[in-house]
């Protein structure tokens, strides 16, 4: 037999086929006696098998060294076709793929995956009509976590969120080439709304439609970046899939001027309330707010607002402040505040939350989910887009030129 060629399979018809997928590394299998060539019609003798070219089959990864993971695996047969390859790991996970329309090559459908062994099973057959079977394998790169990065996505799998709520996906490993993973992210939606990703930093990206999404609707999340470059030798680690469903449009607007805190369910007023925003030196952002998590009671603290002095007359330490949702990651709430009854409505005497009764936080509680939108007017300092959910205090114009592919 002439010397093996890196990514070269050589199938000799009706007897033994050999698969090579790389320099050095190569085995052979015999086949089986049943499938050998037994003259007739429609049948290669042995004889006219001697005398045909053998098939021959090229890949695309060198079994010298270890195969990168996102190697796209193709193998292409010359001099006959494929009619069957299988290709799995150690543990018996099949690479998808398939035989070209031609049956002269194969190409997986999905991407390698680390520190693994994968067995390469084909079926070729030779123009006379004669079959070979093939078997070999070939090692991936093994990579430390360090070179892994895996993503973390918000909305939860089955969660019902509000209209203000934008997909985030988080990476626990740096991601320097954006424009790689960016490509391997999508985001569809029944109401076919269309959107954009921004990146905010190198380990968490934000994606939200043009506007609110609409009530009812069911979307899809497909981070499809396992073995994707993600720049400086770093790799996806594990794709993942999220549905999540849109709930009722609760929108709340708040007034820091007339101290009103109006809510809307699915676009009808449903509730007026009176209120107390940030006092002076504690002025509660104007902007578009999220709510980002919900609290039955949470302990509240002034060192969190830069209040550490017990002696200051601002000084607070609250066990247990009821009806809690968070709408900035600095501290800012909406919450039940019965200290402030005789203010609400009147004044702003906060240290910057959204203060009400507690009969009416239990309310605005109650029908409350994460991503439910809070828009604050009525002050001169602005919400910021990394402040908690900040994506709606951006035109979509300028939030589109956060996307790594715009």
Same mark, same amino acid.
């Given at each position: 037999?002439?010397?093996?060629?890196? =990514?070269?399979?050589?199938?000799?018809?009706?007897?033994?086929?050999?698969?090579?997928?790389?320099?050095?590394?190569?085995?052979?299998?015999?086949?089986?006696?049943?499938?050998?060539?037994?003259?007739?019609?429609?049948?290669?003798?042995?004889?006219?098998?001697?005398?045909?070219?053998?098939?021959?089959?090229?890949? *695309?990864?060198?079994?010298?060294?270890?195969?990168?993971?996102?190697?796209?695996?193709?193998?292409?047969?010359?001099?006959?076709?494929?009619?069957?390859?299988?290709?799995?790991?150690?543990?018996?996970?099949?690479?998808? &793929?398939?035989?070209?329309?031609?049956?002269? =090559?194969?190409?997986?459908?999905?991407?390698?995956?680390?520190?693994?062994?994968?067995?390469?099973?084909?079926?070729?057959?030779?123009?006379?009509?004669?079959? &070979?079977?093939?078997?070999?394998?070939?090692?991936?790169?093994?990579?430390?976590?360090?070179?892994?990065?895996?993503?973390?996505?918000?909305?939860?799998?089955?969660?019902?969120?509000?209209?203000?709520?934008?997909?985030?996906?988080?990476?626990?490993?740096?991601?320097?080439?954006?424009?790689?993973?960016?490509?391997?992210?999508?985001?569809?939606?029944?109401?076919?709304?269309?959107?954009?990703?921004? !990146?905010?930093?190198?380990?968490?990206?934000? !994606?939200?439609?043009?506007?609110?999404?609409?009530? =009812?609707?069911?979307?899809?999340?497909?981070?499809?970046?396992?073995?994707?470059?993600?720049?400086? =030798?770093?790799?996806?680690?594990?794709?993942?899939?999220?549905?999540?469903?849109?709930? #009722?449009?609760?929108?709340?607007?708040?007034?820091?001027?007339?101290?009103?805190?109006?809510?809307?369910?699915?676009?009808?007023?449903?509730?007026?309330?009176?209120?107390?925003?940030?006092?002076?030196?504690?002025?509660?952002?104007?902007?578009?707010?999220?709510? %980002?998590?919900?609290?039955?009671?949470?302990?509240?603290?002034?060192?969190?607002?830069? %209040?550490?002095?017990?002696?200051?007359?601002?000084?607070?330490?609250? #066990? #247990?402040?009821?009806?809690?949702?968070?709408?900035?990651?600095?501290?800012?709430?909406?919450?039940?505040?019965? !200290?402030?009854?005789?203010?609400?409505?009147?004044?702003?005497?906060?240290?910057?939350?959204?203060?009400?009764?507690?009969? #009416?936080?239990?309310?605005?509680?109650?029908?409350?989910?994460? &991503?439910?939108?809070?828009?604050?007017?009525?002050?001169?300092?602005?919400?910021?887009?990394?402040? &908690?959910?900040?994506? !709606? *205090?951006?035109?979509?114009?300028?939030?589109?030129?956060?996307?790594?592919?715009?």
């Amino acid at each position: 037999m002439s010397p093996h060629r890196t =990514g070269l399979l050589r199938a000799v018809t009706a007897t033994t086929a050999l698969l090579v997928l790389g320099a050095g590394l190569a085995a052979c299998s015999s086949d089986d006696p049943s499938e050998q060539a037994r003259g007739g019609t429609g049948q290669a003798t042995a004889s006219q098998a001697a005398q045909e070219d053998p098939v021959e089959i090229t890949s *695309n990864v060198d079994g010298k060294q270890a195969v990168p993971v996102d190697t796209h695996l193709r193998l292409t047969a010359h001099n006959g076709t494929l009619q069957k390859v299988r290709v799995l790991s150690r543990k018996g996970v099949e690479l998808p &793929g398939g035989i070209t329309p031609d049956d002269t =090559g194969w190409e997986a459908d999905g991407r390698l995956e680390p520190g693994t062994t994968y067995v390469v099973k084909g079926v070729t057959k030779s123009p006379s009509g004669t079959t &070979g079977r093939t078997r070999t394998s070939f090692q991936t790169e093994d990579l430390p976590l360090d070179r892994q990065t895996y993503a973390s996505v918000a909305p939860l799998d089955g969660e019902t969120v509000g209209v203000g709520m934008p997909v985030i996906v988080t990476f626990d490993v740096p991601v320097t080439d954006k424009t790689s993973i960016e490509k391997h992210m999508t985001v569809t939606s029944s109401s076919k709304q269309p959107g954009a990703w921004h !990146w905010l930093s190198d380990t968490e990206v934000h !994606w939200r439609p043009k506007q609110y999404w609409k009530a =009812g609707t069911d979307v899809t999340v497909d981070v499809d970046v396992n073995s994707v470059p993600a720049g400086n =030798g770093v790799y996806g680690q594990e794709s993942r899939t999220v549905k999540f469903h849109v709930g #009722d449009a609760v929108v709340s607007k708040v007034n820091a001027q007339t101290h009103q805190m109006q809510t809307f369910i699915n676009g009808k007023l449903a509730k007026t309330t009176p209120i107390t925003t940030g006092k002076a030196g504690f002025t509660t952002r104007s902007g578009v707010k999220v709510i %980002i998590e919900k609290f039955r009671s949470k302990r509240m603290r002034s060192e969190t607002v830069g %209040i550490s002095d017990r002696n200051s007359e601002d000084y607070y330490d609250l #066990d #247990d402040v009821e009806y809690a949702m968070r709408v900035t990651y600095s501290g800012e709430f909406l919450h039940a505040a019965p !200290w402030s009854v005789a203010s609400q409505g009147h004044d702003n005497v906060s240290h910057g939350c959204t203060g009400m009764s507690t009969a #009416d936080a239990r309310w605005i509680y109650n029908i409350s989910k994460r &991503g439910d939108v809070v828009e604050y007017t009525g002050t001169d300092r602005p919400m910021t887009l990394t402040n &908690g959910y900040g994506d !709606w *205090n951006e035109s979509f114009a300028t939030w589109k030129q956060g996307s790594a592919l715009s």
